[in-house]
């Protein structure tokens, strides 16, 4: 009640839409915040890289995503970051550590080119805000055309090439971390681009997955339930 309150008051000095669905008042109302609560589904990469997605893309996810990518909406990170966190702990609470050697995060850097169009790195913003630190050892090489105007099958060689790992990453563990999972070719490179330098991926986590998924062969669901 006090939090709702405290929302209120504060609507009347910098009032918002929610970023799900357009209602005043909030960041995001009491019935979006319910279909971001989260949902685990497991894929897998062709290498048999486990990847944990919290959320359907779809509905009130997809808007509220893309109002964070797109529209400057970081005051909804804060509650997109409490299901990633959720894939996170999915993906690596059967991974633990081999003699002693801790599982980093490792996030898929944004462009040089989103960034300066946003300013900042939507991945790296929802890590802050659940608490993570994460690495930073990831580059891009050269820039790639954007995702979401390819076909399936043109964005695996979108993306091949395009990152790199900064240093040599020999016994040190990652779990990778992206927004959304579609057809897997943006985890896949970043895959890649790690084991060229000696690390190891021990699984993957994003935010929300897509439909367009189910018609790809190279992302294959491992759910059982």
Known sequence: MLRDALLDALALVLPVECAGCGAPDRSLCAGCLVALRAEPERHALPDGTPVVCALDYDGAVRRAVLALKEHGRTDVARALAVPL????????????????????????????????????????????????????????????????????????SNRAGSLR????????????????????????????????????????ATLAYTQKRASHPDVHSLNVS
């Open 85 to 156: 966190a959720h894939a996170m702990t999915d993906a690596t609470s059967s991974r633990p550590g081999s003699g002693g050697t801790r599982i980093e995060t490792l996030p898929v850097p944004t462009s040089r080119a989103a960034f300066r169009r946003r300013g900042y790195d939507p991945v790296a913003l929802l890590l802050r805000r659940a608490g993570v630190r994460p690495a930073a050892e990831l580059a891009h090489t050269r820039r790639a055309g954007q995702q979401k105007h390819l076909a399936v099958d043109e964005r695996a």
């Open 165 to 204: 790992a900064r240093r040599p990453l020999t016994g040190r563990r990652f779990l990778l971390v992206d927004d959304v999972l579609t057809t897997g070719a943006t985890l896949a490179e970043a895959a890649r681009a790690v084991r060229a330098e000696g690390g190891e991926i021990v699984a993957a």
